[in-house]
C-alpha cells in the first residue's frame, strides 16, 4: 500500500482522494454529482493501475449458482478495479462467463470495514456457559488465537468427558461432513451431525427414487442449451434466473425467445425472468402447484383423442412407465391405486378437476383448462421446474408429479422435448460437465457418531432432548432417509465451522432460544453474521481472495456452469489477523493431542496442486475425459509441491492468467445433450434409477421411505395432500371459508441483493437493492399500506418488519419476502428488524425432512410506532 501511495502521490493525487476513489469504486467517478477531484483522482488511479497493475482471477465463490469469471486489478497489494470475463469475444454459442452486481462488489466484501480483526470472546462467557441468556447481546472482548483454541479445546474435552462426543453438534453449511474442522472432531471421537434438504427440498430424495433422474445428479433431467432453442413452447414452474441463477442461464433462455419459443410462467409472482421473456402468467397460490398439475393431468385424460386431440403419449406411459393406470400396475400392487383412476375420482369420489383445483390453488378453471393444451404431445415442449415449489411441506410427490405430467405427453428422451429440474446451477444447459475439478487428495475421516438431526427439529433438539433419527450424513449420503427411531439427544455445544446455519434453518426463533440453552457456542466467521452474533467464541477466517489459489465449477454435481471451470489466484495476503478453517482445525487439533498429519497429511499448496493435476476435460468425441491442465517440472518446483508432470489442453501458467477454461461449443458438435435418449431407445440396456428401472408414477418405495422416517405420510401416487401451513390454514374454517388469524401466504424468493445472506453487509448493494417486501396492491390498500410504509408481518413463530413495495405482480393474498435479510430483534419488543424470513417458519418437517421455506402464514399491519430506516442508512456490525 505504501508504495502505490507514493506514486499516487508523485502524481499529485491526494490520499485521501486515492482512498475515496478505491473505496467508491472507479467505476462510478464520472457519475454526475461527483465533485472534481475525486474525478481525477479515479482517472489516475485508473491510469496507473492499467500501466503498473496486474490483472489477477480472483474466487467468486459464493453460493449463486453462476461461479462467473472475476477478476481483480491489484497495484502493489491494493485492489483498484475489478472486471468479469474477456477472454473471448461475447456471442449465444460461447458466452463469455460474465459475473453479476454481486461478484463486481465483491472487494467491497474482502475488505469491508466490518471484516473481523481478531479472535473474540463474549464478555460474560465462561467455562460451561457464563451468563447464557447475553448471547446475542453481550459485548465483545479482542482475546489472542491461543487463548480462543484453549478455550475451545478445554470444552470439548470437558464436554465429551461429562457427556460424550454426541453432545457436541458440529454445522458446516449444508453438509457437517466436508468441512475441514470435520476432520479434527473426527478424531477426537465424533460429533453429532445437522442435515437438510437445502435448496432441493423434495427434489433430494424423490427423482432417483421414482427415476426422474440421470446420471445420478440433480440437473440432467433436461437437454442442453442448444436444444433450448428447437422448443415450441416452454412452461416454466416456480422459476427465477435472472435472479437466482447468474452465468449465462438467462441468456440461453433469451436465445430461445429468439428462436420463437413461447415462454409460460406459473408461478404467485410475476419475476423479473418472466418479464424478460413475455412470459403469459399463472398466478398459482404457494404450495398448491400439486392441485394444479393433477387438473391438468384431469383434462389431459378427458380431453384427449389420439386422432383428433392427440394429447397424451400413450406409447411413451405404455413402454416407459409403472402405474399410470390398472393395467400397468408393480407385481402385487392393488389395481385400484393407479394414478389415472385417482385423478378420475373413480374409487375415492373426488374427480380431479379444473373445478376442483381452482379453489384450491386459485387459477381460473379456464386458464387451467387452457394450459393444459399447451401440454399437447404433438408440440415440441419443454416443461422446466425451479426448486423453490418443492421447498414446501408435504411436497414429496411434487417432482413425481412432475414426471407424470412429462410423461403422459412424452416430453422426454429426443429433441425439443424436456421435463424436469433446473437446479440454479445448471439452469438452462442440462447434461454432464465437460470439464471437471479434480479432489484434493484428502483421505476421508470417518465419524464415529452416527447422530443426525434434521433441520427442521434441530433446535426442538436441543431444547428438548429428543429428535427422530432418519439415518446419518447429509441427503446425498446412501446413509440418510432411514426408517426414524426416536433417540434423546443432550447438545452442550454447537460448533459453526462455516455457512449461515441459525439464519438460513427453519424455526429462528427457537433458534436463538437454542443457542442460548448449551454450554458453548463457536463461530468461524468473516463478519458478525447470525451464527456469530449469538456464539461464545468467534474466529476471524480468511477469504477466498487470502488463499493460494482454488478452483469453482465445473463439477459433475451441481457447482456451476457444465461447460468451463475456473481457477483463482490469492489477491491479497490475510488480513488482520484472520486464518483459514485449515488452520485453525490444524491447531485445534494440537490443543487436543491430536496428530496434526493424520488430520491433514499435506498442506493447502499440495491440495491445490492435486485437484489441478486430477482435473479433467471433454475429448473431442464429447464421450471420453483426459488430463485438461499441462504442468511441468518448472511449475511443480516454483509451486514447491510433489508431482509429476502431465500434458493436457491448456498450459498451468495460461490458465493462470486467464482464470478460466471454456469448451468452446458450436450446434452440431459433439457435447450435446438430449436427457433420457438412452434409456428412451433401449430402456432394459439403460435403466433408470428406480426399483424397476422405469418411471415409476406408481412407487411403493417412495411411499416406504417417506412413511418409514416417520415425518408425514404419502401415497405411492401423486397426490394433493394440504400442506402443514398452507392455504387452507389460512383460513379458520375451510369449509364456510372463513379467514383465520393468518390470512396471507408468505414466500421467500431469491434476492440479487444477496447469495442467499451473503453480501447483505455489503453498503453498495444496501443501495441498490432496498429489500423491501412486496405485497399486492389491492392486499395493501386494504390494510391502509401505501408504497414505503413500514409494515409488521406476524405469523405463528414470530414477527418482522420491513417496508413495503406494492405491486400487481404478486398475486393477492401473497406476501413475497426476500430470502437472506439479516436478524436484528429488538430486545425489548422481540420483533426483528431485519426482515429475516425464518423468524417467520417454525420447526415443521414433513415427508422426507424437507424444510418448507414457500409454506408459511402470516398476518400484515401497517407498524405505526416508527418508520424503519432503509439498510443502507443502519450502521454497520464493526467490532474493534
Not at 499529485?12 to 482522494?17: A, G, H, L, V, Y
Not at 432453442?229 to 441463477?245: Q, V
Not at 475421516?445 to 446419518?472: E, R
Request: charge should be negative; charged fraction near 20%; glycine fraction near 10%.
Amino acid at each position: 500500500m505504501s508504495r502505490l501511495l507514493d506514486k499516487i502521490n508523485d502524481q499529485k493525487i491526494s490520499r485521501r482522494n486515492f482512498l475515496k476513489a478505491t473505496a467508491a469504486g472507479t467505476a462510478s467517478l464520472a457519475l454526475a454529482g461527483c465533485g472534481s477531484g475525486l474525478t481525477s483522482a479515479g482517472e489516475k488511479v485508473n491510469a496507473l493501475g492499467e500501466e503498473q497493475g496486474e490483472w489477477i482471477p480472483a474466487a467468486c465463490w459464493h453460493n449463486c449458482g453462476g461461479r462467473c469469471l472475476n477478476k481483480a486489478l491489484v497495484v502493489d497489494g491494493v485492489v483498484v478495479r475489478q472486471k468479469t470475463d474477456d477472454t473471448h469475444e461475447d456471442s449465444p454459442d460461447y458466452p463469455q462467463q460474465r459475473g453479476c452486481l454481486r461478484g463486481r462488489s465483491q472487494r467491497q466484501q474482502v475488505f469491508g470495514a466490518d471484516r473481523l480483526k481478531y479472535p473474540m470472546k463474549r464478555k460474560h462467557w465462561q467455562p460451561g456457559g457464563g451468563d447464557k441468556s447475553l448471547r446475542g447481546k453481550d459485548e465483545w472482548e479482542r482475546i489472542s488465537w491461543d487463548e480462543a483454541l484453549t478455550y475451545i479445546a478445554d470444552e470439548l474435552q470437558r464436554v465429551k468427558k461429562d457427556y460424550g462426543n454426541r453432545s457436541i453438534l458440529h454445522i458446516g453449511g449444508w453438509s457437517s461432513r466436508i468441512t475441514d474442522i470435520s476432520r479434527t472432531l473426527g478424531l477426537f471421537g465424533g460429533y453429532c451431525e445437522y442435515w437438510n434438504t437445502n435448496s432441493f427440498g423434495s427434489w433430494a430424495m424423490t427423482p432417483k427414487t421414482v427415476g426422474f433422474l440421470q446420471l445420478g445428479v440433480w440437473d440432467q433431467t433436461v437437454n442442453d442449451r442448444f436444444d433450448l432453442r428447437n422448443c415450441e413452447t416452454i412452461i416454466m414452474l416456480s422459476m427465477n434466473p435472472a435472479w437466482s441463477a447468474m452465468g449465462s442461464s438467462s441468456w440461453h433462455y433469451l436465445q430461445a425467445k429468439k428462436a420463437g419459443a413461447k415462454f409460460i410462467g406459473i408461478d404467485p409472482f410475476y419475476n423479473e425472468s418472466y418479464s424478460m421473456l413475455g412470459a403469459e402468467w399463472v398466478p398459482v397460490r404457494p404450495s398448491t402447484d400439486s392441485a394444479l398439475l393433477l387438473a391438468i393431468a384431469y383434462v389431459l385424460i378427458t380431453k384427449d383423442h389420439p386422432a383428433m386431440n392427440p394429447l397424451i403419449d400413450w406409447e411413451f406411459l405404455n413402454k416407459y412407465c409403472l402405474g399410470f393406470d390398472a393395467e400397468h400396475m408393480p407385481e402385487g400392487e392393488d389395481p385400484q391405486g393407479n394414478f389415472k383412476d385417482y385423478v378420475l375420482g373413480t374409487y375415492d369420489g373426488v374427480p380431479k378437476t379444473p373445478a376442483w383445483a381452482s379453489e384450491i390453488c386459485g387459477v381460473d378453471k379456464i386458464q387451467i383448462e387452457k394450459l393444459a393444451m399447451e401440454f399437447r404431445k404433438d408440440k415440441k415442449v419443454a416443461f422446466l421446474c425451479g426448486m423453490a415449489s418443492a421447498r414446501t411441506t408435504n411436497s414429496d410427490n411434487l417432482p413425481q408429479l412432475i414426471m407424470t405430467i412429462g410423461a403422459m405427453t412424452g416430453h422426454m428422451g429426443k429433441s425439443g422435448h424436456m421435463t424436469g429440474s433446473t437446479m440454479h446451477a445448471t439452469s438452462g444447459n442440462g447434461g454432464p460437465a465437460l470439464v471437471c475439478a479434480g479432489s484434493n487428495g484428502l483421505p476421508g475421516i470417518a465419524n464415529p457418531v452416527d447422530d443426525s438431526i434434521n433441520a427442521g427439529q434441530v433446535w426442538d433438539a436441543i431444547l428438548n432432548g429428543k429428535y427422530n433419527f432418519t439415518g446419518s450424513g447429509d441427503f446425498v449420503s446412501p446413509d440418510q432417509f432411514k426408517p426414524g427411531q426416536e433417540r434423546d439427544i443432550d447438545i452442550h455445544i454447537i460448533y459453526h465451522s462455516g455457512g449461515a446455519t441459525l439464519q438460513t434453518s427453519d424455526g429462528m426463533t427457537k433458534g436463538i432460544e437454542a443457542h442460548r440453552k448449551v454450554d458453548l457456542v463457536v463461530s468461524h466467521s468473516q463478519f458478525v453474521t447470525t451464527n456469530s452474533k449469538y456464539a461464545d467464541i468467534v474466529l476471524p477466517v480468511t477469504t477466498e481472495w487470502e488463499k493460494f489459489g482454488g478452483f469453482s465449477g465445473g463439477t459433475l454435481v451441481h457447482s456451476g456452469n457444465r461447460e468451463m471451470l475456473i481457477m483463482y489466484s490469492q489477491i491479497t495476503e490475510p488480513l488482520y489477523e484472520a486464518r483459514s478453517d485449515q488452520w485453525i482445525a490444524i491447531e485445534l487439533a494440537k490443543k487436543l493431542g491430536i496428530d496434526e498429519k493424520e488430520a491433514f497429511p499435506f498442506d493447502e499448496k499440495q491440495q491445490f496442486f492435486n485437484a489441478l493435476a486430477s482435473a479433467t476435460v471433454v475429448n473431442e468425441d464429447g464421450k471420453t475425459y483426459g488430463p485438461l491442465v499441462t504442468i511441468t517440472q518448472k511449475d511443480i518446483d516454483e509451486m514447491g509441491v510433489a508431482g509429476k508432470p502431465q500434458t493436457g489442453k491448456i498450459t498451468y501458467s495460461e490458465l493462470k492468467e486467464k482464470g478460466v477454461y471454456q469448451v468452446k461449443r458450436s450446434q452440431g458438435d459433439n457435447y450435446g445433450y438430449i436427457a433420457y435418449e438412452d434409456f428412451v431407445k433401449d430402456p432394459g440396456k439403460n435403466p433408470l434409477t428406480s426399483e424397476s428401472g422405469k418411471l415409476e408414477i406408481y412407487s411403493r418405495q417412495l411411499a416406504q421411505t417417506v412413511n418409514d422416517m416417520g415425518f408425514s405420510k404419502i401415497q405411492p401416487i401423486p397426490s394433493y395432500i394440504p400442506p402443514v401451513n398452507g392455504y387452507e390454514d389460512t383460513f379458520q374454517d375451510w369449509e364456510s371459508k372463513a379467514k383465520g388469524e393468518f390470512p396471507y401466504q408468505v414466500i421467500n424468493p431469491h434476492y440479487l441483493r444477496r447469495s442467499h445472506t451473503v453480501f447483505d453487509n455489503v453498503k453498495w448493494l444496501q443501495e441498490a437493492w432496498s429489500n423491501p417486501v412486496f405485497l399486492n396492491t389491492k392486499d395493501a390498500q386494504a390494510k391502509g399500506i401505501s408504497n414505503g410504509d413500514t409494515v409488521l408481518i406476524t405469523s405463528p413463530y414470530g414477527q418482522i418488519l420491513r417496508n413495503a413495495c406494492l405491486t400487481e405482480r404478486v398475486r393477492p393474498g401473497v406476501v413475497a419476502l426476500p430470502h437472506g435479510a439479516w436478524v436484528d430483534i429488538d430486545e425489548q419488543t422481540g420483533i426483528d428488524r431485519g426482515g429475516a424470513d425464518n423468524i417467520l417458519s417454525g420447526q415443521v418437517p414433513t415427508g422426507q425432512g424437507v424444510s418448507g421455506f414457500n409454506t408459511g402464514v402470516a398476518r400484515i399491519e401497517k407498524y405505526t410506532p416508527s418508520k424503519l430506516i432503509p439498510d443502507v442508512e443502519k450502521p454497520a456490525r464493526i467490532v474493534f
